[in-house]
Structures are given as C-alpha cells and as structure tokens.
C-alpha cells in the first residue's frame, strides 16, 4: 500500500514539474478548466504534494514486517478444578525430604516417616508431579565397595623351602626382595567395617607364615589419578622360626603373641602392591600388601 502511494506521487510530481510556468507564460494545467491558474496556488500544491510523498517514504521505511504468530498460551488451571487424596509408599528416601521439596506450594501433604507414607491432596496436575518426583529420587543407594586385600609374605629360600617364584603381580619387585612367596592371605571387608583372618596353625610353624592379619577400617576415598584405598589400623603377626633351629633348644607350643609384628595405616593405590615391612638382615623377611576394590 505505501509502495503504490509512493509511485503515484513520483508521478504526479514529475507531471507538474513539467507543466510548471515559466515567467508570466500561462499555465494550461490538465486538471482545471480555468486557463490561468494562480502561481502561487499551483507552488503550495507542489509542496503539499512533496510533503504527502515524503511521509509516504517515511510510512514505507518504517513498515513492520508481519510478526509471527504467537503460540498458544497455557491456559493455568481451573480455580475450580476438584482436589483428590493420594498416598504414596516410599521404600529408600524420607517422605518429609519429599515434602519439603513441595513446601513453597498451596496443596496439603502429611509425612508419616515411620510407615514411609506420603499423603498428598491436590490437582490431578500436582498429584502427578508428586509421583514424578518421587520416581526420580526414591532410589536405592549406592552399596559401599569392597576392599579385597591380599598379604604376601616373601622370604629367602632357607626360610621357605616350600616357597614358590613371585606370582605376576610381583614381578616388578623380584630385583627389589629376590625371595620366594612363602605365604599368602586374603581376605575381604566392606569399606569402613573391620576384618580379620587368622591362620589355622597357631603355634610356631617349621618356616615362615602369616598367623594373622587384622584391620580397623578401610575407605575407598577419590585421588588426583583414581581411587585411593585407606587401610587404618592394619595389623600383622608372623610366625618367624629360629635362624638355626638346631642351635636353639626346642620351645614348647604357648599362647600367640599378643603385639603384632607389623602395625601400619597407609594409603594404597589399588592392584598395587607395597612393600609394608622388612624384618631381618641376613635373610630378611618381606610383608607385601596388594589391595583391590570390588564393586
């Protein structure tokens, strides 16, 4: 519409700029019949003409483009859109946590954490995101990780003559304790529990051997690399024979030591192995720990 304003009076105007008098000489415009127009006349119908084609460009810059229609808006809901009573069963989160979620909201909820029951009145809308929500945080936690440790007790082919070569775990130590395996214990507990294992043979045995082992507590904690597994309160005793038995007379079977022969809280990456201790000079004895975590 303004484009079809804006040529018709280009137009108009070329018409007149043509037709307009020179000097005195007289104006034979098409639109009158009367042979003399006024000068004056005819310059003001100029300029209205000019100004009318100026305002038609200006409408025609400023013409909006036609807007998108608008989407629909969501109708809120009904004042007098009937309530309804419902009870949820929780099995894992407390059903006070789910309706403090629900606090800033007008709608009527009762928790009842001895039953794990939640009771809820409201809209169909919010019975329904009650249930959503519920669905998405009553979930059963993560169980706590094992720690698998596993003691090895290496030693000098004297003090193990039934010994065997270093399994592969140990191999990147054989240049460290050139010795063979002469006894190995494992046993598993649950992150943040004690454990303990006890050998069957509790009196001094012919060779080297674990007697037992005992940990307070062991956590699976993040590291800068990976997890890290915290053994706390780690505890070993060892049945270590006579150098020379010949030499030193026979002792009769007693009591196990009450004092562990090696005491340590350490952190340990897992498959790992670590050499706790070493006990002895001339043929020494090594207590290796490798740890695992089990998921």
């Not at 598993?188 to 509790?202: C, H, K, L, N, Y």
Request: overall charge neutral; hydrophobic content about 45%; charged content about 20%.
């Amino acid at each position: 519409m303004a484009r079809a304003a804006v040529i018709e009076f280009a137009l108009l105007y070329g018409s007149l700029h043509t037709i307009a008098p020179q000097g005195n000489t007289p104006l034979n415009y098409p639109f009158t019949s009367k042979p003399n127009w006024p000068k004056r006349l005819l310059e003001m119908s100029i300029q209205r003409l000019l100004l009318a084609c100026a305002a038609a460009c200006l409408i025609y810059a400023q013409d909006p483009k036609p807007a998108p229609p608008a989407a629909p808006a969501t109708p809120p809901p009904s004042a007098n859109e009937p309530w309804t009573t419902k009870t949820f069963d929780l099995k894992f989160i407390d059903p006070e946590q789910v309706r403090n979620v629900f606090s800033g909201q007008s709608h009527v909820m009762e928790a009842n954490r001895d039953l794990k029951l939640l009771t809820a009145r409201g809209s169909a809308a919010f019975l329904k995101e009650v249930e959503d929500t519920i669905k998405r945080l009553d979930v059963a936690p993560p169980l706590p990780p094992n720690t698998q440790i596993t003691v090895y007790l290496l030693a000098a082919a004297p003090q193990a003559p039934a010994g065997t070569a270093l399994p592969a775990e140990l191999k990147a130590l054989e240049k460290e304790l050139p010795a063979k395996m002469a006894d190995l214990q494992m046993f598993r507990v649950r992150a943040g529990q004690p454990g303990e294992t006890t050998s069957a043979e509790a009196a001094p045995a012919p060779a080297v051997s674990i007697y037992r082992i005992r940990v307070d507590s062991s956590s699976v904690n993040p590291g800068p690399k990976g997890d890290v597994v915290s053994l706390n309160g780690l505890k070993i005793w060892l049945n270590i024979p006579p150098a020379d038995p010949a030499a030193t007379p026979t002792i009769p079977a007693k009591t196990p030591k009450a004092e562990p022969d090696v005491t340590a809280d350490l952190d340990v990456n897992p498959n790992e192995a670590v050499v706790v201790a070493k006990i002895g000079v001339d043929k020494p004895v090594a207590v290796v720990i490798r740890v695992a975590v089990v998921r």
